[in-house]
């Protein structure tokens, strides 16, 4: 008897291509990842141009006149003080008589220092000044409504020598007469 062997290979045989099958089902989607750490950051942007400036207003109204004073005495002080001189009382006192026989008249107070201290300790010095001349001609009659005051500290010398005579003559109360009547 004969047998036959049929000894077989390991290569396959596959057929011609069908047609692509239909999509399949999505699922669901997952969750979602955190966030990532900040980058550095940028540098700053240029500064910007300033625009054009806008037109002037109208002119206001011109106020009243005021009143034209005049220098009629100063009272001189020492160094760092704000006392009067016993032999500066007389000019206060004239400057009270003065004002209490002329009704009209308003007085002016305008306190100065040297250039020593600091601009601040120099204001509160003339301002100082000022108060006590202030309150010494009150007390001598003259109306508070008719005195008028301001305290310029070192701001306004009356003279620019660095001598002594010239600082003396900078540590002063300005006495300063008006006439009510030029206001009319």
Not at 5 to 30: E, I, L, N
Not at 45 to 69: N, S, T
Request: charged share 20%.
């Amino acid at each position: 008897m004969l047998m036959l062997f049929v000894v077989g290979c390991s290569q396959k045989f596959y057929g011609p291509s069908g047609a692509p099958g239909a999509q399949g089902v999505s699922g669901v989607a997952g969750p979602a990842g955190s966030m990532g750490p900040a980058g550095p950051q940028g540098p700053a942007g240029q500064q910007g141009v300033a625009g054009v400036q806008g037109p002037a207003g109208p002119a206001g109204i011109q106020g009243p006149a005021g009143l034209p004073w005049t220098t009629f005495k100063d009272i001189l002080f020492d160094s760092n003080n704000a006392t009067i001189r016993t032999n500066e009382m007389v000019k206060v006192s004239e400057i009270a008589d003065y004002a209490k026989q002329n009704p009209s008249v308003n007085v002016g107070l305008d306190g100065h220092t040297d250039p020593f201290g600091t601009d601040g300790y120099n204001q509160g010095l003339s301002e100082r000044r000022v108060g006590v001349i202030r309150d010494a001609l009150i007390q001598a009659g003259v109306a508070a409504s008719r005195i008028h005051s301001g305290a310029f500290g070192e701001s306004r010398p009356k003279c620019n020598d660095n001598t002594r005579e010239c600082w003396q003559r900078d540590r002063r109360v300005e006495v300063l007469i008006s006439s009510d009547v030029a206001r009319k």
